[in-house]
């Protein structure tokens, strides 16, 4: 989408200056389909923002998906497709286990520490793609889950691990501010 042009050309940008081994060609693709998917669910969820209010709908009932970790498994389920050699994929948990929990996907150069990587996140803008540096976002601790980032990474077990957040029925409620 042209309105997100120069969002993806600044994320494609920041990817490759994470390390010197990067793919252009790798980090524009997981830019570019990081936004495209953002949006297509967007209207897939029938997102009305902001986000919290999504949450209620979804809560009571209105809306089916569009909490945190329906935007990082979806978002994530197109990333994984994508053949990479130079960036990793990586499930991101803020306060987990809580009503605060809040999810997201965050890409690294390959090999590198999660911290040191871009977040992507869906939720927070409700399908505006947001993204900026895992040590940079304030308001949340980050850490990785390494379950999902195992089946992100194409790692599943061999019996089909599927994101133990998927099947949710309502256990995370998601209050301000978490996802």
Not at 105 to 131: C, E, H, K, M, Q
Not at 156 to 170: F, I
């Amino acid at each position: 989408m042209a309105r997100d042009e120069k969002s993806i050309a600044g994320f494609t940008e920041a990817l490759i200056k994470m390390a010197p081994d990067v793919d252009p060609a790798e980090a524009q693709a997981v830019a570019q389909t990081s936004h495209v998917t953002a949006r297509r669910l967007a209207v897939e969820y029938r997102v009305v923002g902001p986000c919290i209010f999504q949450n209620f709908l979804i809560h009571i009932g209105v809306r089916q998906r569009g909490y945190c970790f329906h935007w990082a498994r979806d978002i994530g389920a197109q990333l994984r497709k994508l053949p990479l050699r130079t960036l990793d994929l990586h499930w991101g948990a803020a306060s987990p286990g809580t009503r605060l929990e809040h999810n997201c996907i965050v890409v690294t150069a390959r090999g590198r520490p999660f911290n040191s990587g871009y977040l992507i996140d869906g939720w927070r803008a409700a399908g505006r793609l947001l993204w900026w540096p895992v040590t940079k976002d304030i308001g949340y601790v980050w850490q990785e889950d390494r379950a999902e980032t195992a089946w992100l990474q194409n790692n599943a077990t061999p019996n089909g691990h599927q994101p133990k957040r998927v099947e949710s029925t309502g256990r995370h409620t998601h209050h301000a501010p978490g996802g």
